[in-house]
């Protein structure tokens, strides 16, 4: 589903990721984790399609990142999605129309997003909040409407870049819980993190960056 091989980024001039190589399988859910500057979000804009390999290959889906055209980058967009930790929502619209965006810029039909988004809503538990404008939620919920905006043309690949970074604890765990959910559900989930809370002593992926370099990668991480 997504593969690095020997892949290097540089930002002027400065090695951002060294000799990355690692294949992440369909439906899996992986923790990426390191300190900041690691490399951990250039990692994630790799797979996204938002930046490309200096060096090396990066292969997601049937996709390969380093020859990708610019007119193939939206058929990319439908098979990953991006969850940020600024949640970066229409703060002016209302719960429903910011989940519906990502259907009617495709172009779907007003009668077949309504039942869709309003599907979404109940499985993330916030079909009561479909009409409230977005500032007025707190900063868990509105990570919620963020999720949802990504799940909801059904992708195969979710990423988050630190999605709980501005949540407090009881928030951050329900987020986390969600995207196990998304997981179970078929879809792969990336999830940049520096919390080891999230994955200590579970049974997890983690892939661990440390200067640009993939330092261990491992089921678990211990205490």
Same mark, same amino acid.
């Given at each position: 589903? %997504?593969?690095?091989?020997?892949v290097?980024k540089?930002? +002027?001039?400065?090695?951002?990721?060294? #000799?990355?190589?690692?294949?992440?399988?369909k439906?899996?859910?992986?923790?990426?984790?390191?300190p900041?500057?690691?490399?951990k979000?250039t990692?994630?804009?790799?797979? $996204?399609?938002s930046?490309?390999p200096?060096e090396?290959?990066?292969?997601? @889906?049937?996709?390969?990142?380093?020859? %990708?055209?610019?007119?193939e980058?939206?058929l990319?967009?439908?098979?990953?999605? $991006?969850?940020? /930790?600024?949640?970066r929502l229409?703060?002016?619209?209302?719960?429903f129309d910011?989940i519906? &965006?990502?259907?009617?810029?495709l172009?779907?039909?007003?009668?077949?997003?309504?039942? !869709?988004? &309003?599907?979404v *809503?109940?499985?993330l +538990?916030?079909?009561?909040?479909a009409?409230? %404008?977005v500032?007025t939620?707190?900063?868990g919920?509105?990570?919620?409407?963020a =999720?949802?905006? @990504?799940?909801?043309? #059904?992708?195969?690949?979710? *990423? @988050?870049?630190?999605?709980t970074g501005?949540?407090?604890?009881?928030?951050?765990?329900? =987020? %986390?819980?969600?995207?196990?959910?998304?997981?179970?559900?078929g879809?792969?989930?990336?999830? @940049?993190t520096h919390n080891?809370e999230?994955?200590? #002593?579970? /049974?997890n992926?983690v *892939?661990?960056? !440390?200067?640009? !370099?993939?330092?261990?990668?491992s089921p678990?991480i211990?205490?």
């Amino acid at each position: 589903m %997504i593969t690095f091989q020997g892949v290097y980024k540089y930002y +002027s001039g400065v090695a951002v990721l060294q #000799n990355v190589s690692f294949s992440i399988d369909k439906g899996e859910l992986v923790f990426i984790t390191g300190p900041s500057g690691a490399g951990k979000t250039t990692l994630l804009k790799l797979v $996204f399609g938002s930046e490309f390999p200096d060096e090396g290959e990066v292969k997601v @889906a049937n996709f390969e990142l380093s020859s %990708i055209r610019q007119r193939e980058i939206p058929l990319l967009r439908r098979v990953v999605t $991006f969850v940020f /930790q600024d949640f970066r929502l229409r703060q002016d619209l209302t719960v429903f129309d910011n989940i519906a &965006l990502p259907l009617r810029i495709l172009g779907e039909k007003e009668r077949d997003i309504k039942p !869709r988004v &309003l599907e979404v *809503l109940k499985n993330l +538990s916030l079909r009561h909040k479909a009409d409230s %404008i977005v500032k007025t939620l707190s900063g868990g919920e509105q990570q919620k409407v963020a =999720i949802a905006r @990504a799940i909801i043309t #059904n992708p195969q690949i979710v *990423l @988050a870049d630190e999605p709980t970074g501005n949540l407090d604890p009881h928030a951050s765990q329900d =987020i %986390i819980n969600l995207f196990r959910r998304i997981n179970t559900m078929g879809c792969t989930v990336v999830i @940049a993190t520096h919390n080891s809370e999230f994955f200590k #002593n579970k /049974q997890n992926r983690v *892939l661990t960056l !440390r200067e640009g !370099r993939i330092y261990e990668d491992s089921p678990t991480i211990s205490n």
